[in-house]
């Protein structure tokens, strides 16, 4: 990606999504959708995804309504996680300056060829995929001890600190919402 022309499993693009961004560029036909027949608006599913407070799964109306939702959407927004609203403002900033700082430097962090981790595009597999306008940084968190850390960015200094934090209250929360969903099952927790 430090070059003047990206190559991403044999496909050229010649300046990368940020420069045709910042240059009001054209993208070239990679990034173009051709009709499909799938409409996909937010407002049109947040109003179908079932609410579950996590502070109330110990009650038996909440665990109903755990199963409710994933017998019947297969997925829900939970919420009172335990995350306040700064620290997930804070994630969101940590990451708002990774992605704002220059090219060169979220290139030190470049995804490898035919690796998932990493900054960079997503894997191209075929000349006639459409291409997400973005750059992404994948990162694998867990199990720690196969954590890339050398693709975590220094920069901003914080990233490590805050991204283990998250890492570590969200494990926390899932396994909660793992054993409650078992329990809205009548398994047993584990």
């Given at each position: 990606m430090a070059g003047d022309v990206l190559v991403s499993e044999g496909i050229q693009l010649a300046k990368s999504v940020q420069e045709m961004s910042m240059n009001g560029d054209e993208p070239p036909p990679q990034f173009f959708v051709k009709e499909s027949g799938f409409a996909y608006t937010a407002a049109s599913c947040l109003n179908q995804i079932p609410i579950i407070d996590v502070t109330l799964l110990s009650s038996k109306h909440e665990l109903e309504k755990l199963r409710?939702?994933?017998?019947?959407?297969?997925?829900?927004?939970?919420?009172?996680?335990?995350?306040?609203?700064?620290?997930?403002?804070?994630?969101?900033?940590?990451g708002k300056q990774?992605?704002?700082l220059p090219v060169a430097e979220k290139s030190k962090y470049a995804r490898a060829v035919n690796e998932s981790e990493g900054y960079g595009l997503d894997t191209i597999v075929s000349e006639k995929q459409v291409l997400d306008w973005s750059y992404r940084l994948a990162?694998?968190?867990?199990?720690?001890?196969?954590r890339r850390l050398a693709l975590w960015p220094k920069n901003p200094t914080h990233f490590s600190e805050t991204l283990d934090e998250f890492v570590t209250k969200t494990k926390s929360m899932m396994d909660y919402l793992l054993r409650s969903m078992a329990r809205s099952l009548n398994l047993e927790e584990d």
């Open positions: 409710s939702a994933l017998s019947s959407s297969g997925c829900f927004q939970a919420i009172n996680h335990g995350m306040s609203s700064s620290f997930l403002d804070k994630v969101r900033d940590v990774f992605f704002a990162l694998r968190v867990l199990p720690r001890d196969q």
